[in-house]
């Protein structure tokens, strides 16, 4: 049973049916993926939920022995200390949890980089790290949908849920929720629940 982050969920409903079939294939024989911009997101949680500073946090990278993925990777994190700065608040604790797709074979773990206090607001991230593809209202409107339905409750019912363009700095938020948002999501965690199911019978 895969297990996918929620941004890869998003990209996934970018991309056209091919490619879609192709990615959701590649669970058929890992079902625990694997994250290019892991390195990005744990220097992240030392630099917001630690704060740390950039030195230390950046040396969670030392690992990455590829040098294209590092110099992403530590791209992604300057971009996120800039937003830091321009964001002051505090570390908070965030919710996590799991979406399903309708017949339980796909799973999209919602979690959070970092919980933020900010101007008396409390909010939670998560990180849209794709360099060369911009996160869309529609895409952005899914995820927060999914953010709102599964973890909003309890201790964190006045909870703000975010994705942050990385890239961009540009962060969306419940106001990227439509109406036909809700449909759009069930949707998509169908087709991509299908078509791993096929993989999976054809592996």
């Known amino acids: 049973m895969p297990?996918?982050?929620?941004?890869?969920?998003?990209?996934?409903?970018?991309?056209?049916?091919v490619e879609k079939a192709r990615r959701l294939g590649k669970?058929?024989?890992?079902?625990?993926?694997?994250d290019y911009y892991w390195g990005a997101k744990e220097a992240a949680k030392k630099l917001f939920g630690e704060d740390a500073p950039y030195d230390a946090a950046i040396a969670v990278m030392a690992n990455i022995s590829q040098p294209t993925r590092r110099t992403d990777n530590e791209l992604a994190l300057r971009n996120l200390y800039a937003w830091k700065l321009k964001h002051p608040g505090v570390a908070i604790?965030?919710?996590?949890?799991?979406?399903?797709?309708?017949?339980?074979?796909?799973?999209v773990t919602l979690r959070p980089a970092y919980g933020w206090l900010s101007k008396a607001k409390h909010e939670a991230y998560v990180l849209w790290t794709y360099?060369?593809?911009?996160?869309?209202?529609?895409?952005?409107?899914?995820?927060v949908y999914l953010l709102e339905l599964h973890l909003r409750h309890g201790p964190f019912a006045n909870m703000d849920f975010y994705i942050l363009d990385v890239e961009t700095g540009r962060r969306f938020g419940r106001r990227a929720i439509s109406k036909d948002t809700p449909i759009a999501t069930v949707m998509a965690l169908q087709?991509?629940?299908?078509?791993?199911?096929?993989a999976k019978k054809a592996a």
């Open 131 to 143: 360099k060369d593809v911009r996160l869309s209202s529609r895409l952005a409107g899914m995820g």
């Open 27 to 34: 669970y058929a024989n890992d079902p625990g993926g694997g």
């Open 3 to 17: 297990r996918i982050n929620l941004t890869t969920f998003l990209f996934n409903d970018s991309v056209d049916s």
């Open 191 to 198: 087709y991509q629940e299908e078509l791993y199911l096929q």
């Open 93 to 107: 604790p965030t919710p996590v949890g799991t979406a399903k797709g309708p017949q339980g074979e796909l799973i």
